[in-house]
């Protein structure tokens, strides 16, 4: 992630994506909801980083997806300016966050399985119809982003609600999104890189977000430290 002053010291540029003051203002607040960018950069920043630790080794291509598609659905998603890939080819899993109702969820869409594991720390906050509505939206997403070539092979996606630490709050689901994350991608590219294996251990990820420990404050803190350790 490359980072820069400018602006008097306001804005922080990485790559071609800018957080400024309000940004500022919501990681140090405990009360500051994440906003779309916020949790589109740091979802990048946790990709590189976690691939960065295994560099030389084959590595799974995992693509990060504007968090935008959680609002009005938009065609050609995978063309807006946060459509990240980590290369262009056919990509292992596909991070997608969205926020619903100002509630942030974690989907993350498997190909080797066709499955989309589904990360909510705030379980029953939805109707099962609201549900269902999501599932649609992220399943349309999918579709439209590999195209009519291979949307056969999404007819038959599968859902499976994983193991999510519960808030206490009503402001820190993006928090808790972004390390579900951070503990997801561990677990999968560790196994990638061991064993080639494409999929979820969903048994061993459990452990290990049971064994993590997570402070809303502090990981505000961790995240603007990122941010803005060049100010």
């Known amino acids: 992630m490359v980072a820069s002053a400018k602006c008097q010291k306001v804005e922080v540029e990485l790559g071609c994506y800018k957080i ?6 919501l990681l140090k607040s405990p009360s500051g909801w994440f906003n779309d960018t916020l949790i ?75 499955k989309v ?18 599932y649609r939206r992220v399943r349309d997403f ?15 996606v599968r859902y499976g609600c994983q ?19 951070e503990v997801f991608l561990g677990v999968y590219v560790a196994h990638y890189v061991a064993v080639n294996a494409k999929t979820l251990e969903s048994e061993v990820y459990a452990l290990e977000l049971n064994k993590s420990v997570i402070d809303p404050n502090e990981y505000r803190h961790k995240m603007y430290s990122t941010y803005f350790r060049y100010l």
């Open 20 to 25: 400024g003051k309000r940004e500022k203002q």
């Open 163 to 181: 193991a999510a630490k519960q808030q206490s709050d009503a402001v820190n689901c993006g928090v808790f999104l972004l390390h579900h994350l």
């Open 40 to 114: 589109d950069l740091y979802s990048i920043h946790l990709r590189d980083s976690i691939l960065k630790k295994y560099r030389g080794e084959k590595l799974p291509n995992i693509h990060v997806v504007s968090s935008l598609i959680g609002g009005p659905y938009i065609a050609n998603t995978m063309h807006h300016p946060i459509y990240v890939p980590h290369n262009r080819e056919q990509p292992d899993l596909i991070i997608m966050p969205v926020t619903i109702n100002s509630h942030w969820i974690l989907f993350i869409y498997e190909w080797a399985t066709k």
């Open 142 to 156: 999918l579709l439209e982003y590999y195209h009519t070539d291979k949307s056969e092979k999404l007819q038959s």
């Open 117 to 134: 594991h589904y990360f909510n720390s705030l379980l029953g906050h939805f109707t099962k119809d609201t549900e269902k509505g999501f």
